[in-house]
């Protein structure tokens, strides 16, 4: 193709995409808008980009960065390097109950358990494909565990062939401690990110990054659809959530343009042209250094209470999970050095 004609190409695409942005006064809209300011850099320039925060049933607060360390949080405020996982596709961490153990999303390697005694693979495989992209997981009542697949079809440093292709390869699966095997609950997700349990335990909320939304699942179906809409038309492509005290729901947001999401979806043309020129995805999705930072908290009936927004990325850049302890919100950002420290007011 001549290199005129695809400079041609690309200008329009971009071009496209710039007027199709979506328009801005819904956000002015929403309830207690609050910026991160006062936000506290836990260990700045120790922590190595961490995509997840988890506390445990004494207070601890854990972190797995991309360089394969779990660290903990110690009285003294100061970070430690707790347990080393040669991985570099460490994501979603969570704590159990009973014995106190974390509980790791390997891409790469599945699902994993840490404790004082090692780490150990829990699951590898489901259904005897191999378990990939594992990306977050929860711990249900009874001790089972609930993990998100973002994408059977494409490997995390393809995600965004995911979202160009626009069609549900993501799942939510089981894993049963008793039988220690894992079975899909959820197939047919728009690229399933974010898992959380609700206060009483009665269904997981799980979200939908390239859909804008998010889905409740009961655990106990009875007379219901295995899925409904918990919340969608979110302001941002919903990557992790974590429940707070109050049953509501912490949820950080991947500034998208949906207006332009929707645009690629519906044209093949697009599409090849952002297989072939991925550095294009910027046009959708920012997630770089200055990216912008939104988290929003949900009720539990779906409804937006509260935003945190710093579209400049002046105290934080593109916080990728939030978690309320003690009043205050610990964040998590795969482009930090450090875990944020947010005072709730």
Not at 27 to 34: F, G, K, N, V
Not at 57 to 72: E, L, P
Request: proline fraction near 4%; charge should be neutral; include cysteine.
């Amino acid at each position: 193709m001549p290199s005129g004609f695809m400079l041609a190409c690309l200008l329009a695409f971009t071009l496209q995409i710039f007027f199709s942005l979506p328009p801005v006064s819904s956000d002015s809209l929403l309830p207690m808008i609050s910026t991160f300011q006062g936000l506290i850099k836990l260990g700045e320039g120790v922590v190595n980009y961490p995509e997840d925060v988890a506390v445990d049933r004494n207070g601890v607060v854990y972190t797995a960065t991309r360089d394969g360390w779990i660290m903990r949080l110690q009285n003294n405020g100061t970070w430690k390097n707790w347990k080393l996982i040669h991985s570099q596709t460490l994501l979603g961490i969570t704590t159990t109950k009973e014995k106190n153990n974390l509980i790791v999303c390997d891409s790469d390697k599945g699902l994993l358990k840490v404790s004082e005694n090692g780490v150990t693979v829990l699951a590898s495989h489901v259904t005897g494909s191999k378990l990939r992209f594992a990306n977050d997981v929860i711990e249900a009542s009874d001790g089972s565990l609930y993990i998100t697949v973002s994408s059977t079809k494409f490997a995390p440093k393809a995600y965004y062939l995911d979202l160009v292709e626009g069609e549900p390869h993501g799942q939510l699966l089981r894993y049963d401690p008793s039988s220690k095997q894992v079975s899909i609950v959820l197939e047919g997700l728009y690229f399933a990110n974010g898992v959380a349990l609700s206060k009483h335990g009665d269904f997981v909320v799980v979200c939908e990054s390239w859909k804008f939304r998010c889905i409740k699942h009961w655990l106990k179906l009875g007379d219901k659809r295995d899925r409904e809409i918990f919340i969608e038309n979110l302001p941002g492509g919903p990557d992790n959530i974590n429940l707070a005290p109050d049953g509501s729901f912490w949820i950080s947001l991947i500034k998208m343009n949906s207006s332009a999401v929707e645009t690629v979806h519906s044209s093949k043309n697009r599409k090849q042209l952002l297989e072939e020129h991925p550095e294009l995805i910027n046009q959708l999705m920012s997630t770089g250094k200055g990216a912008a930072a939104k988290v929003v908290k949900v009720s539990a009936n779906g409804s937006i209470i509260r935003e945190f927004n710093d579209p400049n990325a002046k105290n934080i850049s593109f916080v990728t999970s939030a978690l309320e302890f003690q009043g205050n919100l610990y964040l998590a950002s795969i482009n930090s050095n450090f875990i944020g420290k947010l005072p709730l007011k």
